[in-house]
């Protein structure tokens, strides 16, 4: 049995790259503004909570914010849900690791029945012992509360778990939580992200994370 049985999984940036249908998502929703903008600008959004990133990248007021999220919606539920692509190694990854007899835990700040239908579509939900993400109201957005909340509701022992993400919000919701974090550079956060919020682990590679987990 590998050192961590409860694995927790982060998934924008981490299992799939959402670039494409996050972006087109942003992009429409500030065109209703009468904002255009540089989609590849906006890879900042993958990751963070929408409302606070329509916030802090846009400077809108929370209630501009909030109307923001649900503009976006409007493109992303039909389509760019899917405009998504798994990183090569991904399901590999996870077969292996549930073979080895670790339990696989999603924990994402994106809205749990967006994740379960991105899981689905790509046959990874087979993989997972359970999946926890925020509400469509706004509930449960942060990654500490995304990871408190599965630790109520799935029993992980967390001497023998870590958690796995490419932003700061991984690792700083895993801290506050107390457990470990691998913070992966194949996503979205940089190694210098990483460094800054004390990530206990730091892969460049899908290979190097099997060797962690497998160890």
Known sequence: MPKYKYILFDLDGTLDDPFEGITKSVEYAMKKFGVESDREKLKCFIGPPLTDSFMSYFGLDEQNAKLAVDYYREYYRPTGIFEVSIYEG??????????????????????????????????????????????????????????????????????????????????????????????????????????????????????????????
């Open 90 to 215: 991904i399901p590999e990854l996870l077969a292996g690791l549930q073979m080895a007899g670790c339990e696989l835990i999603l924990a994402t700040s994106k809205p749990i029945i967006f994740a379960d239908m991105i899981l689905e579509k790509f046959d990874l939900k087979k993989y997972f012992a359970a999946t926890f993400g925020s509400e469509l109201d706004g509930t449960r957005v942060k990654k500490d509360e995304v990871i408190a909340y599965a630790l109520e509701n799935y029993p992980i022992d967390k001497s023998s778990a870590i958690m796995v993400g490419d932003r700061r919000h991984d690792v700083e919701g895993a801290h506050k939580n107390g457990m470990p974090c691998i913070g992966v550079t194949f996503g979205y956060g940089d190694r210098d992200e990483h460094i800054a919020c004390g990530a206990d682990f730091i892969v460049d590679t899908i290979s190097e994370l099997e060797k962690i987990l497998n160890a």
